[in-house]
């Protein structure tokens, strides 16, 4: 599963190298993350960017839902860190799919399949009256509907790399760290 995820874009592995001890960045790290999340986070008043959790084995963070966010943030980012003499590595593997889609997914197949199998076994498709382009259109309508929410589990891939990479190097200038 991972590698057909990994050939889809929507599972990246990324490494960032930083000029920081690993204990004073879990530390600062810690402080701007909030702890876990529930249903009712986008009511909080927290100016933090990422919930989850921090340690100094590792994370998993996620970006907060905001109350009227366009994304429903479903990616998710798990890392460790590495100390190598004065550089902290962080090895992160962020994940965009989610069990959710996986759910949607099947019910799309499933409605495709159902709705084209009748389309083409029943005396509709024989009808004169049916216009000729109706199983062009619905096969159309299935692959934009699987496509869509694919390329917006790719951007959010490419967005949390993006995040995650300006919200450290962010981390580290405002306590005073020179990148």
């Known amino acids: 599963m991972k590698d057909l995820l990994k050939n889809l874009g929507l599972l990246v592995d990324h490494q ?29 008043s927290s100016k933090n960017v990422f919930k989850g959790y921090v340690d100094l ?26 100390q190598f003499g004065d550089t902290l590595q962080v090895d992160t593997e962020i994940n965009g799919f989610h069990w959710s889609m996986a759910v949607f997914y099947v019910f799309v197949f499933l409605f495709y ?21 109706l199983p062009i259109f619905f096969l159309l309508h299935a ?20 995040d995650l990479e300006r919200e450290f190097f962010y981390l580290l200038q405002q306590d005073g760290t020179t990148v």
Do not use: C, W
């Not at 996620?62 to 429903?72: I, V």
């Open 16 to 44: 960032m190298q930083l000029p920081v001890d690993k204990t004073r960045f879990v530390g600062i790290l810690r402080e701007n993350v909030d702890d876990g999340g529930s249903l009712f986070d986008v009511f909080s």
């Open 57 to 82: 084995g590792g994370f998993e963070l996620k970006k907060r839902r905001k109350l009227f966010g366009r994304r429903h943030n479903l990616t998710k980012a798990t890392g460790t860190f590495s």
């Open 113 to 133: 399949a159902v709705f084209l199998g009748a389309f083409f076994f029943t005396d509709s498709f024989d009808n004169s009256d049916t216009p000729p382009f």
């Open 143 to 162: 692959a934009i509907m699987i496509a869509i929410p694919y390329f917006l589990m790719k951007s959010g891939v490419k967005q949390m790399k993006h």
